[in-house]
């Protein structure tokens, strides 16, 4: 269980000091026609996407209610693989805490929480509007 709290302890670093960077470089939505209309972005994008909502199949089959999964859902949809490193992270806390091991984590179904979702959609809500700087203060 150590070596996933690094991988995503690395994951969540990472993509936040990445987020960081390219926030600090150029506005959220102020993509070039050129790069958003290539096929291959347009593949990668769907490829992640599809990727995110696999992964929200298993955490909205261990979550316990619906407000949850959907909470969830938008959580990683527009968070992306730090939503992700995030469950994963305190899916692995926890489980540290109530005793079990790697089982536990993938096979032992929650009640279901709003607040830790509700709270990273309200974060990534204002992100992506601080990160739309260009069409909101232009």
């Known amino acids: 269980m150590r070596s996933l709290t690094v991988l995503f302890t690395a994951v969540l670093l990472g993509m936040f000091g990445l987020i960081f960077w390219a926030s600090n470089h150029t506005a959220l939505f102020d993509i ?37 999964r ?9 968070w992306g693989n730090p939503a992700i490193a995030f469950y994963m992270l ?12 790697l089982d536990a984590v993938f096979s032992r179904k929650r009640p279901g929480e709003l607040r830790t979702p509700a709270i990273l ?7 992506y509007l601080l990160g739309a700087k260009n069409i909101l203060f232009a």
């Open 32 to 68: 070039p026609r050129e790069v958003y209309s290539h096929p291959w972005f347009i593949t990668t994008l769907f490829d992640a996407y599809l990727a995110f909502v696999a992964f929200w199949a298993w955490l909205a089959w261990k979550e316990g209610t619906l407000g949850a």
């Open 90 to 101: 305190r899916e692995l806390a926890r489980v540290r805490r109530e005793g079990g091991g």
């Open 70 to 78: 959907l909470l969830w859902l938008f959580s990683i949809l527009l």
């Open 121 to 127: 959609l309200v974060l990534a809500l204002g992100a």
